[in-house]
Every structure is written in C-alpha cells, then in structure tokens.
C-alpha cells in the first residue's frame, strides 16, 4: 500500500465524478429532518443507512478515518473538498451528528483496537446509528451530576439509570453512555464511559413530545441493562476525561473533519418564514413601527454573524471561553426574533392551517418553543456563569459538591443513591 | 478592537490616545459644563497635526490614511474619542472634508484646506437625510437665476457656534443639494443650545432667504443623494466606533467598582444576580465591536453589504451603547449619577451617538426598506 496522499485537487476532481453520477438532489428532510410522521422517518432513515453504504462502496465514506477502519486516512482538506462537490446533493444526513460526531470521533480518540475495528467500519457502512447518552432527567447543565450507575458484576457492568434528550435514539442501533461508577469520590473522578447497544435487554427507549407536538427527542431507561467489560472506553472512573473530550467533539457539531455534508447548507432545524412575508400577510408591511421590528430582526441576524466571526478568532489566538459569550448572544437574539415574527404576526400567529405549517412553520408555535435557543445546548443562564467567572474573573459560585464524595452531595429530597 | 492592526496604525492609535489623555483629561472637561465651546482651537489644530481628518481625503488633496483604508483607521481614532470622551467635531469635519474631497471642485480647496489642518471648523447641516422623505425635509435649497436660495433650519448642529463653515444638505425639487457656504453668510442664524454632552457643543442653525453663487454648489444640484449617503454611512461607522470606546471605559469602570466594592461582606462580583447582568453587558459590548469592526470593514472595501451592516451596527450600538452605560448607573448605585463621577462623560457620550445621523428606529426602518427590496428582486 503506498503512503503517498492523493493531492487534494484530484481527489476532488473524483469526488464530484462520482457524486453526479451517483447522488440526486438534496431532500427536504435532508435540511431539517423533520418528518410528517413516523413511517415517512423511518424510509428516510433506511434511505440514509442506504445512501452511506453507497458512499462506502464509493470509496468516500470515512474520509479522515483511518484506512485500517474502513476510512479513506485523508486529511480534512480533502474532507472538505468532498464537503464542497456535495453542495446541492442528497447525502446521509442522519449519519452527521450524532453518528459521526461526536460518537465516531469519540469512539476514534479513546477506544481500543477491538472495539474500534468492531464500530467504525459498520458505522461507514450505515450499519450502525449512534447518539450520545450524556444528560440527565436529574440534572441538564450539572453534567458531572449523572446518577446513571454501572456496577462490575464479574466480567460485566450492571447499568441502571436514564438518560435524556436524546435526539431520534428511537431508531438508533448503538449509544455511547457516561455513568457513575464510584460514588465514594468527588464528582468528576468517579466516572466511566461505556458502549451500549441500544437493543439490549433492560434498555427502554421513550419519546419525549414537545409542547409543539414534535417528538424528536427521546428518554432512555436502563435496568439492570449488562455490558460486557469489553465495551468499556479507557480507564475505570476517568470518564470525565473522555466527557471533556466528547463535549469538544460535540461542540464541533457539523465542522468537524469527520462530518460530511454539503457545504453552504443552511442547518436549520426550521423553515422559518420572513419577517417581511409576515408582515406581508398581516397587512403590517407599510406601518412605521413593524418596519423597525422587521430591521431589528435583520440587525439581530448580521450581528449574530459579525460576532460569531468575532469569537472564532478569538478562539484561534486564546481565549476559549470566549465561545460562551457568543452562546448568550445567539440564545438572547434567536428569542427577540421569535417575538418579533410573532409580533408581526398580529393576531393571525393565533391560527394557521397545515399546508401553512408545512411550508413555513406556524409563527404562534414557533413563539411558544422560543425558549429552547436558551436552554437547548446548554443554558444561557451557565453562559452567564462562565462569562463572569472564565472572562471576566468574578468569583466562582458557591457549590455543594467541590471535593465532597459524590454519596454525599446534597442531591434533594426525592433522589436516591446508588 | 480586534483588527489586527498594522504599526501605523497603533502609532495612530496610540498618538491620539496619548494626545487626549494628556489634554482632554475628564477633570479638566468637568469644567466645561458651562463654556460654549468645549474645547481650544489649539487642542483641535493640535488633533488635526495628528492625522485626526485627513484618512477620507484623497492624497491629491492632501490626504491620506496609513493603511490606505481610510475609515477602518479613523474608526480607531474614534475608538479613542469614545474611550476618552473627548470633545470636539471628528464626525462632522471628516464628513465635511470627505464631502470637498469626493467633490473634487477646486472653488472648496481652501475650506478643504483649513478644516484638515484644524484651523477651521465646518459642520453638518443634514436637512433632508436618507432615512427622511422629501416630506420630512427641513432645509430646501432651490435656484434662482445663478443662485442658489436656501431656507430652513437644523437642528442639532455640532460646534455650530464656532464653525467657519456649513456643509448644508437640503432638499430640491427632484432630489438633495450639498452646498458648503461660510457661516458668516448673510440670512444665517446660529442659536447655541444646551445639549446631553459636557464637551460636545450644539446649536440650531437657520436659513432666512440665504443666497449663495452656484460656486457653492458640493456636486451637481439636485444629485447629490448618494453623495450624502455615503457621508452618513461614513458618520455612523465613526460614531458607532466612538460608541463602543466609550462603552469600554463605561464597563471597565464597572467591573472594577464590582471587586472593590464589599456589601454584607462579599464584593459586589460575587453575587449572582450581578455577574448575570455584567454578562449580558460582555455580550453586547463584544457584539458592538465585532459589528462595529465589520461595518468598518465592509464600508472600507466599498462591499454590497456595507450599507446594511452599517445600519445594523448604527442601531444596535445606539440602543446597546446606552443600555450598558445605563446598567453601569445602577451598579454603581447613587454615586453613578453625580456629577464628580467619570461615569456620566460615557453615558453622555453613548446617549448622543444614538441619536446623532440617524436613532436606531430611523436605522431599522432603512434595514427594512433594504431587506423588502432585496425579498422583491428575489
């Protein structure tokens, strides 16, 4: 095998060969991966599984994944060459996040030999589907608070617990878990990482339904579910090491070299529809005072962008903290924007039929979900916290669980301990 | 500010910073409550020996700016206005000198001339602006044989009781005239007016049957809408530059006051409820100058986008700028809102630019306009 690296520019030149002969145009449901229902999801999922085991026997899957992986062991240049020739195609958007990051790349930095040659090809071959098990009914923005507990039972793991929020687990195959494995130590050093197939016996997957009627989002229970100490990830109790990790990973979301999409698509969970066409339809478009709401929106999305340029080269020079601020501002700003299309709206946010909800979303629903671009991803009110403290060098919150074995944190009334 | 930023450039920063602090210090502005005038014309020569009006004018005209990016290197000049809160017309002298320059008549090249070198001052008479209808115009200009007749009046106009000369923008029949005429003309009346800041000074000037030669005239009659557009886009970059030095020293002040200040023990940075809300102040503060940076940027490169970023940045930094300087008050409770303090120079100054070439309402309604536009084409 040779170990010369196929210079970007061809690899590109076959890239956009063989994605024109092989991949039609971009779905709907690739950009916002909303279904009418849940049978039209699952032949989009089945399609996507198909559409990656294409992209494998194409030679493109895995791009920046090892070649003794199934990979390509291509640089991220090359990723995003293929990232560029696949604007405007169809592609395996349910592969992205979670499978190929953060879990893929997860699975890549801390895993073994073994586990990795058991994953990573069936993952490129859409064998496998994975979500991130990471938060807690019990807790959202307290992470290192899991309670979810695995105890050794000879060669296995007993795990028991739940896990949240976790999006279309329903038809996920495999998940990757952070649970509680010592409970004698402070928080953050008694923790473990495992592998678990979502198949098990013990696992029982719930959707969640949002207020909006929408239940992408599901609620795992685990009892008495047994893993195999084999599908243990690195060392006993240093999860947190691996978490700090995985959440890197996770905040790379779709920028990261192991993720392939179309560039330039806008990844958007929603269809909004424009302040301007609302104001249109409210017969609002001439009137002074929606005209200013209509420009704040627009001020509010520029500046959105300016910032996010902003904190990006902030990053790259030295403060990684920085990502919080432009976290608060996105949150605080998507909010104004919702109330301002609602505004617009006038009365007519109150009603709308489904051929307008299938087109543009409905502007009434989309007010009463505003508060999930403050919550979801972690808060604004951590934001906040990490502002003061990391940025501006305030004083930490005072907190019951700073060197305390995690037995005895104070965990309220009804949570019991494992 | 987060540009990287050439040699020259921080030279030029770092001169007119050390300029300012050493002649404008805010003990010494204190004492400027009931002058006239705000500052000396040595202190405004002075400036102007610095390069403070020379970045917009062309090099055939003397000009120049050290990066060849004019208005990216006066917003850093302006950046240190704001962070001083100096007095002085910056805004209105580079828009007029930008005005003579772009202009290119020979008959201004002596005004040109005395305001770049600070030995006069020429201010704006924006009479009719881009985000007013004809309607809303409060200076028209029209012909008369060879002359031109213009009525109305302005309000506010800064250092109007100290300008040479007025760079009027008025309203025609079919479009906006630009005339630049000396202050002492005859049918012009300056009235001085109290005003929010302690060192920036304003009047309203008025226009009773003033007839000046067709020589006047600052581009073509009737055709000088995008020339003004231009001036106001430049204005609000400056402005909005200034804006966010003044927000700076206004949360720097505060953040400090928060670790020296104990109450029931702790200092005030301690309590939750009070490092949320200087949270929210990084934020804004940290989005005015990446959208300040940005207008600058795109208004520099001559961009398609200039336009709209500018107004975004103008309308957020207007309304931002205050809420900070405001929240900066409360935090600092009742001594924030006496006079011995610093703190009100930047609440002042902040409090002003909202309002100066546009109030971020007049903004939004520009962005509007533009994204219907743009929504209709698509």
Same mark, same amino acid.
């Given at each position: 095998?040779?170990?010369? !690296?196929?210079? @970007? ?27 009418? /229902? =849940? ?14 085991? *294409? ?87 307290? @992470? ?13 793991? @007993? ?16 998940? !990757? ?6 409970? =004698? ?18 696992? =029982?997957?719930?959707? !969640? @339904? ?13 009892? /008495? ?5 084999? /599908?243990?990830?690195?060392?006993? /109790? ?116 489904? =051929? ?54 104070? *965990? ?7 | ?63 120049? $700016? ?8 006066? $917003? ?42 600070? $030995?006069?001052? #020429? ?29 109305? $009046? ?5 250092? %109007? ?22 202050? #002492?003309? +005859? ?53 909005? #530059? ?44 940290? %989005?005015?100058?990446?959208? &300040? ?6 208004? #520099? ?26 929240? &900066?008050? +409360? ?39 533009? +994204? ?7």
């Amino acid at each position: 095998m040779s170990d010369t !690296i196929e210079p @970007v520019e061809e690899f590109r030149l076959r890239a956009r060969e063989w994605i024109n002969a092989n991949l039609g145009p971009l779905q709907p449901f690739d950009r916002t991966q909303h279904c009418k /229902d =849940d049978e039209e999801e699952l032949v989009a999922v089945a399609r996507d599984r198909a559409l990656q085991r *294409k992209i494998f026997d194409g030679s493109f899957a895995g791009i920046c994944m090892p070649k003794e992986y199934g990979g390509l062991g291509l640089t991220p240049e090359h990723n995003r060459a293929f990232n560029e020739e696949l604007a405007g195609h169809e592609y395996p958007s349910r592969f992205a996040v979670p499978t190929f990051n953060p879990c893929a790349s997860t699975i890549l930095e801390f895993c073994t030999a073994e586990q990795k040659a058991a994953h990573l090809p069936a993952i490129l071959k859409g064998d496998e589907v994975w979500v991130q098990l990471l938060s807690e009914p019990g807790g959202g923005s307290d @992470v290192a608070g899991i309670t979810t507990s695995a105890v050794r039972d000879g060669d296995e793991w @007993v795990l028991n617990g739940s896990k949240v929020w976790t999006s279309r687990a329903w038809w996920a195959d495999w998940g !990757i878990i952070l649970a509680r494995t010592n409970w =004698d130590v402070p928080k953050h050093v008694g923790m473990t990482v495992f592998l678990v197939n979502l198949r098990a016996p013990g696992v =029982d997957i719930q959707r !969640i @339904v949002r207020l909006n009627g929408e239940s992408e989002a599901c609620q795992e229970f685990f009892t /008495d579910v047994r893993i195999p100490d084999s /599908d243990r990830v690195g060392e006993i /109790d240093a999860g947190w090491t691996i978490g700090t990790r995985w959440m890197f990973h996770e905040r790379m979301g779709h920028n990261s070299p192991y993720v392939t999409y179309p560039t330039g698509m806008a990844l958007s969970s929603s269809q909004e529809d424009s302040p301007v066409s609302i104001a249109r339809k409210s017969g609002k478009i001439d009137d002074p005072a929606s005209r200013e709401l209509i420009g704040e929106h627009r001020e509010l999305g520029i500046i959105t962008r300016a910032l996010q340029g902003r904190i990006a080269d902030a990053a790259t020079k030295a403060n990684k903290d920085m990502s919080a601020i432009d976290r608060l501002f996105r949150g605080v700003a998507s909010v104004r924007r919702s109330t301002i299309a609602f505004e617009l709206a006038g009365s007519g946010a109150s009603v709308w039929d489904e =051929d307008e909800e299938a087109a543009t979303d409905a502007v009434g629903m989309n007010f009463l979900m505003r508060q999930i671009s403050c919550i979801g991803g972690g808060t604004t009110e951590i934001s906040r916290n990490v502002v003061a403290e990391r940025i501006l060098g305030m004083p930490r919150e005072a907190s019951g669980d700073k060197g305390v074995p995690f037995r005895e944190v104070p *965990k309220g009334p009804s949570r019991s301990q494992g | 500010m987060w540009h990287e930023l050439s040699s020259d450039q921080q030279l030029l920063r770092d001169t007119t910073a050390r300029f300012l602090t050493d002649r404008v210090p805010l003990d010494r502005q204190r004492k400027n409550k009931d002058s006239t005038e705000g500052f000396t014309p040595e202190y405004w020569s002075g400036g102007a020996e610095l390069g403070w009006i020379m970045p917009l004018v062309s090099e055939e005209n003397g000009g120049g $700016s050290v990066s060849g990016r004019g208005i990216v290197d006066l $917003s850093l000049i302006a950046y240190e206005f704001g962070r001083h809160a100096a007095p002085g017309p910056l805004v209105d002298c580079n828009v007029v000198a930008s005005a003579l320059s772009d202009s290119g008549e020979q008959t201004h090249a002596e005004a040109l001339e005395a305001v770049m070198m600070g $030995s006069a001052i #020429a201010s704006v008479c924006l009479g009719v602006a881009p985000w007013q209808t004809s309607d809303e115009a409060t200076i028209s200009i029209t012909q008369d044989g060879d002359e031109l007749v213009i009525e109305g $009046s302005v309000k506010p106009v800064e250092s %109007a009781g100290q300008a040479a000369y007025f760079l009027i923008t008025g309203y025609s029949q079919g479009g906006v005239t630009q005339v630049l005429v000396p202050a #002492a003309t +005859q049918g012009i009346t300056v009235k001085n007016l109290k005003a929010i800041d302690v060192s920036r000074k304003f009047g309203a000037v008025s226009f009773e049957n003033v007839r000046v030669p067709a020589s006047a005239l600052v581009g073509a009659f009737g055709q000088a809408d995008a020339a003004v557009e231009r001036q106001v886009l430049n204005a609000c970059v400056m402005l909005c #530059a200034e804006s966010v030095g003044a927000m700076e020293s206004a949360f720097e002040m505060a953040v400090d006051w928060s670790f020296e200040r104990y109450t029931f023990g702790r200092a005030l940075a301690s309590y939750q409820a009070l490092k949320h809300r200087f949270a929210d102040m990084k934020s804004w503060l940290e %989005a005015s100058h990446a959208i &300040c940076d940005s207008a600058a940027d795109a208004l #520099a490169d001559g961009l398609a986008r200039a336009p709209e970023t500018v107004s975004s940045a103008k309308a957020y930094i207007g309304e931002n700028g205050v809420e900070l300087a405001q929240d &900066c008050v +409360q935090i600092f409770g009742g001594i924030g809102v006496t006079y011995e303090h610093d703190l009100h120079f930047f609440l002042r100054r902040v409090t002003l630019n909202r309002l100066l070439y546009g109030t971020p309402g007049d903004h939004r309604r520009l962005l509007a306009q533009m +994204q219907i536009e743009k929504e209709m084409a698509a």
